[in-house]
């Protein structure tokens, strides 16, 4: 039947662009179902992990004979794309919306105009890594003249990987080269006796690279029940921790005498310099994920800055670290949730940017360090630092959307009765 074809076909495409734009296994099977639901089909069971999608679908046509259709799509590089999954997300609630008046050649217009937005420019990729940089070496009480260090450790990093571009290099490849980069130029920096904190230096200008929240959706995944698919991310996220930590090691096989050279860091806790830089650093990494819409960049830095103002207030109040981390993710995914149902978005573009300045991408770095320097109990209690932080977010981030399901399922009860008593007692 070439309308279930076409319906199978059109759903497919669209939950494979929130697929490779890292969005959630759940997401992407509810688009699926929305788009094929909506257009006629009558049973639809789509099966995604990280690595692919399976579509199965049944509709009968109007002699009651049964058609179905079976579509498998292999997802083969996936970047981080919020502004493809609110187009989407937006493309396919108009859908159900208006499944009646809309016809397949606008939907199809649609989803490959989606597809075909284009990527980041050079320019704008090497300003980002520079200011992303600079924030977090900040964060890190690093000093003035730290953070335009990192920022400049960041531009050439950023400014390099374009160059190697076009070899169409794995992310595993990347990342080791990303991050040799920046661990030779903090040795060569050392070893020409400039002593800074390279320490923040190195977190802050890793941190473009070593985004923990494929460990943070992988642990969602899990808590959600997809747990092959969340597998498939924690392995992915290991590997990328692998990566940075081997290219980590690169400044110190070229300059040995360099590797006792870690500094004392920690995190900025004034309060109204904790948010101002949590913001900026959440409306940076905002436009890098290609949120588009000024307002949503604007509400996603206020995301940011409180999150990362509560977990201050609250280690300042002496809660423990992974208490601290928790109530501010959780804080973060509700304050999410209520700008996802107020502006019609995915609470996904408020609360991926937003939890950037809780990546433990510290941790991370120490585990690397302390491998080397071979201190091994050390670097298994900063493994299992950075998997007890992922952790908590992932749960904060899974009981508020939990409870907004909640609440949104318990409107819709209410809205159902309410229309039901209204019928009942309306006379014609």
């Known amino acids: 039947m070439e309308q279930l074809e076409e319906i199978t076909n059109l759903a497919l495409r669209a939950g494979r662009i929130v697929c490779e734009s890292s969005g959630e296994t759940y997401r992407a099977e509810e688009t699926i179902s929305i ?5 006629g089909a009558d049973i639809v069971e789509p099966y995604v992990i990280p690595t692919g999608i399976m579509l199965y679908t049944e509709m009968k046509d109007k002699q009651g004979m049964l058609h179905t259709a079976t579509r498998v799509a292999r997802i083969r590089n996936r970047t981080t794309n919020l502004g493809k999954i609110s187009l989407v997300n937006e493309l396919s609630r108009n859908i159900a919306l208006n499944h009646e008046h809309v016809k397949y ?91 800074l904190n390279y320490t923040a230096i190195n977190i802050g200008s890793i941190m473009y690279l070593m985004s923990g929240l494929a460990m943070v959706i992988a642990i969602r995944d899990i808590i959600g029940g997809d747990y092959l698919s969340g597998i498939t991310r924690a392995t992915e996220a290991l590997v990328i921790a692998l990566s940075v930590g081997l290219g980590g090691v690169f400044g110190f096989i070229v300059f040995p005498n360099t590797i006792a050279r870690n500094g004392i860091t920690h ?14 650093v959440t409306a940076t990494f905002a436009m890098l ?12 830095a206020i995301v940011g800055g409180i999150a990362w103002l509560l977990y201050i207030v609250l280690l300042r109040c002496e809660f423990s670290n992974i208490t ?63 998997i007890s932080i992922a952790g908590s977010i ?13 609440i949104a399922a318990y409107r819709r009860k209410i809205y159902a009765f309410r229309f039901k008593f209204i019928k009942k007692n309306t006379k014609f």
């Open 35 to 39: 788009i094929a639901h909506s257009l």
């Open 289 to 300: 994920f290609y949120v588009k819409k000024r307002l949503h960049i604007f509400l996603t």
């Open 105 to 195: 050649e606008s939907i199809e217009s649609n989803i490959s105009a989606i597809n075909n937005i284009k990527p980041h420019n050079a320019l704008f990729s090497v300003l980002i890594a520079a200011v992303s940089s600079c924030l977090f070496t900040i964060m890190l009480s690093g000093t003035y003249l730290d953070a335009l260090v990192a920022a400049a450790f960041g531009t050439i990093m950023r400014i390099i990987l374009f160059l190697l571009a076009p070899l169409n290099l794995s992310s595993f490849i990347t990342s080791v080269i990303g991050s040799s980069i920046i661990s030779f130029l903090s040795s060569l920096l050392f070893e020409l006796g400039i002593h």
């Open 324 to 386: 601290a981390v928790f109530l501010g993710s959780f804080s973060a995914g509700i304050i999410s949730e209520i700008f996802a149902l107020l502006f019609k978005a995915p609470s996904t573009v408020f609360f991926i940017p937003a939890l950037i300045s809780f990546v433990p991408g510290g941790s991370m770095y120490a585990t690397m360090y302390n491998a080397v320097l071979e201190n091994y109990s050390e670097a298994l209690q900063s493994l299992l630092a950075t």
């Open 394 to 406: 992932a749960l904060a981030i899974a009981f508020a959307t939990t409870i907004a399901r909640l």
């Open 267 to 280: 995190i900025v806790t004034d309060p109204f310099l904790s948010f101002m830089l949590a913001a900026l």
